[in-house]
């Protein structure tokens, strides 16, 4: 226990000289956070993994419980107050989400649980079926990255001899190509999380055509879907750009 603590709770020496250590809280960063978190909350998980009939999951303190029934539900989010308070926790309301998750998105029958078509847990948006998308924020960390490699390329290929019109796509491709190598010093942000644990095939058709009208738009100033009609995809994919489906598959 002495070894324990003193790794959760250094000694800290202040500017004055003195010594200062924490006796609550764990030092987020730490090797020993994640294992210490996961141990410390194991009440939450006798409590909401004995409810039947419903899915529960938990890393750290990142938690998700879903049930069909909404009084269940209910039930189960002041059994979970109940339990954070015990340990001398408290949950921030801004991270707190009741939703009633459908693949319509119609409006929620329950005035305390909002509509959702998905939900987020641990980085992933986890839609209403229980496949994993990457989250629009991260989405747009991405694209807005890859946009700004593929405009600063293009500015630089134009100051230099001329390219042909397939000559400068073969070149942004390559360049989306780079970004989208894990192993590449040029890997985009989020892309382990996009290859290792997004399996939603319709969402990476659907970044995959994000993809080619991105190419477009830098290369041909094209920002409408009928630029795709002249150049599709398929095309682009002959010039280098990288399917994310493949991609993903070769992962897995």
Known sequence: MAVIE??????IRGESGGVHQNVRGLPTGSPAHNVMLNLHLTPLDDVLGAIG????????????FAHPEVEVAR??????DEVVAS??????????????????GRASPA??????????FLGAAV??????????????????ELE????????LAREGPPLSGDDELRLLCEVVAAGFDRHSVFALPHLGALLGEIDDRGHLHDLEQRLARLVLRVARGARSLRALRTIPPSRLREMGL???????????
């Open 6 to 11: 003193n790794v959760l709770r250094p000694p």
């Open 53 to 64: 009939g419903g899915f529960y999951a938990r890393f750290g303190d990142d938690f998700l």
């Open 75 to 80: 039930k189960a989010s002041a059994q979970i």
């Open 87 to 104: 340990l001398a926790l408290e949950i921030q309301p801004r991270k707190r989400r009741n939703l009633w998750l459908n693949g319509a």
């Open 111 to 120: 005035a305390d649980f909002l509509s959702a078509q998905e939900t987020q």
């Open 127 to 144: 839609t209403f079926r229980g496949n994993l998308r990457l989250p629009p924020s991260k989405s747009h960390q991405l694209f807005a």
């Open 148 to 155: 700004r490699r593929l405009a600063q390329t293009a500015r």
């Open 242 to 252: 990288p399917s994310l489906v493949l991609l993903r598959g070769r992962r897995r």
